[in-house]
């Protein structure tokens, strides 16, 4: 797929449970850019449904806390539909940490809700043009050994179905095979397959280690 450039980007789909912040992005984005197409989905599971139904947008802007999911679990899913689309995390949370673990997952840019249009406008122009653009100030923490690390573990964590980050998630809550058994409707025996593929995986032999490295990239969490 050839890289689209900020003129060409026609079709936006944002992911937001917020109406009102949704609405006036839309607004924005239209009258900035001169879409006619920006669509909205108020989950990340919405977002999933419609991209399926739908196809891929040219770009994607995507809040950091949803229904349901937080951190960077929202950019480890749809990376995984849309590898050459650029995703936008947009959040009033620009604490460094999570801005590096979005950057790692794959995210193109990372920008503040309280940003003005201007700035906002400037800021998606300049990703969809290919630039990787974070808040001012923002420093990484990691060396760049350990981002590339940490961007090889967000890829394998994007190779996991839907039902198995169901269950790591599940697992990262401290849940039991049987609990997690009970709360997906599934036999104990299909969590234990699902635990094991898993592990294999993201390179974990156990599940603290899967919890641990879950945490290293803020899969579940935003803070």
Request: glycine share 4%; proline share 4%.
């Amino acid at each position: 797929m050839t890289r689209l450039t900020a003129d060409q980007v026609r079709e936006i789909l944002i992911v937001d449970d917020h109406p009102l912040m949704c609405d006036a992005l839309a607004l924005t984005l239209k009258i900035s850019f001169g879409l006619k197409h920006v669509h909205t989905a108020r989950s990340l599971a919405a977002a999933v449904d419609q991209i399926k139904a739908q196809g891929a947008p040219d770009a994607v802007i995507l809040d950091l806390n949803l229904p349901d999911a937080r951190g960077a679990e929202g950019i480890v899913t749809l990376r995984r539909l849309l590898p050459d689309v650029p995703i936008t995390m947009i959040s009033a949370d620009i604490d460094p940490a999570q801005v590096q673990a979005a950057m790692s997952a794959g995210a193109q840019g990372y920008i503040s809700k309280s940003l003005g249009r201007e700035a906002l406008v400037d800021s998606l122009r300049r990703m969809w043009n290919g630039e990787h653009v974070t808040p001012e100030g923002y420093e990484p923490e990691l060396a760049e050994e350990e981002e590339l690390a940490r961007a090889d573990l967000a890829r394998r964590f994007a190779s996991l179905t839907p039902q198995q980050m169901k269950i790591l998630r599940l697992i990262c809550q401290g849940k039991a095979n049987k609990e997690i058994s009970y709360e997906l409707s599934i036999a104990e025996a299909t969590v234990k397959t699902h635990i094991t593929a898993i592990m294999s995986k993201i390179n974990a032999r156990r599940r603290t280690q899967a919890v641990l490295l879950a945490n290293s990239v803020k899969l579940f969490e935003a803070g």
